[in-house]
């Protein structure tokens, strides 16, 4: 294999790694994504909604060519509107998996680079930021971010988008003209994207508490340290089959009371009870 085609290969890999796997378009470079809270994006993670439900900084480690630029984020696996007709005379693009469309979250204009690297604009955005908010499913959506550059007909005619989207009122955040955004008939105007990143965002409340999902004893040693304490625990003394209870788990008494108002020994004593409980952990 000769160097050129090393060098292909390389490339391509890095595009791949930018956006989700085969996905189109590809970038060769990544966007430094940061949300105010100190999330900063690599490509592929895994983020909690609330973390992503303000406009994040971006950047770019190196410079900007031949300003201005296009920023826009987009969910690429939104669930299609019920009405056809919401969104209206819009169809999903083509290459998406079946049931699924887009969301466009944000689409902002003018962008320039600041002397830190940053990203920034002083127009008003033609989308603004919506925080991404995926159904209570148990499934995480995929969001890409894309940095293009702005189509010189943008900038001379004022029109910022033709073909399947023109015509969109895309301003309110839940507005439905956001519904089906075509990515491809943007890039055959704006051309190649110059950077890109990705994340996917699961419904908090579509993840298990962690404080009820771990217990607090597990294992080998939780079990055994269970079985040790419950040799240490008293026995109620006032009700014929009361049971204690440890970690939720229901243990064996250590006394009852006979008919006679008496104690007496269970069965299964304090011994026993530690052995059948480490049997169990064997």
């Known amino acids: ?19 989700p796997p085969n996905y189109h378009p590809a970038a060769a470079q990544s966007l430094s994504v940061s949300y105010i809270n100190g999330a900063s994006v690599q490509p592929g993670d ?8 303000t406009k994040p900084a ?34 999903p693009p083509l290459g998406l998996e079946p049931g699924q469309t887009t969301w466009l979250q944000w689409l902002q204009t003018n962008v320039t680079q600041g002397q830190d690297g940053s990203l920034v604009s002083s127009s008003p955005a033609l989308s603004s930021y919506a925080g991404p908010q995926p159904p209570n499913d148990g499934l995480a959506h995929t969001y890409v971010m894309y940095l293009f550059p702005e189509p010189p007909s943008w ?25 089906n955004f075509d990515l491809t008939a943007l890039a ?10 990705y994340f996917r965002v699961v419904n908090p409340a ?8 771990k217990r607090s004893l597990s294992g080998r040693q939780g079990a055994v340290k269970a079985a040790a304490n419950a040799t240490a625990t008293t026995a109620p003394s006032s009700s014929t089959n009361a049971t204690a209870t440890l970690s939720g ?8 009371t006979n008919a006679a108002g008496s104690l007496e020994p269970v069965v299964y004593g304090t ?12």
């Open 46 to 53: 895994v983020l909690d909604q609330s973390l992503v439900s």
């Open 249 to 256: 788990v229901p243990m064996l008494p250590t006394q009852t």
């Open 58 to 91: 971006v950047s770019l480690d190196f410079p900007l060519i031949s300003p201005p630029y296009v920023l826009l984020l987009l969910d690429i696996e939104a669930t299609p509107t019920a009405s056809p007709s919401a969104a209206g005379a819009h169809g």
């Open 1 to 19: 294999m000769n160097r050129f085609a090393s060098a292909a290969i390389t490339l391509a890999a890095l595009a791949s790694c930018q956006t």
């Open 188 to 197: 055959e105007t704006a051309g190649l994207p110059v950077a890109a990143n």
């Open 155 to 179: 900038i001379t005619s004022g029109v910022k988008l033709s073909g399947p989207n023109a015509g969109r009122n895309l301003a309110p955040f839940d507005s439905p003209d956001r519904f």
């Open 206 to 213: 579509a993840v298990p508490n962690p404080a009820v999902s």
């Open 271 to 282: 011994l026993s009870l530690f052995l059948a409980s480490l049997a169990f952990v064997l």
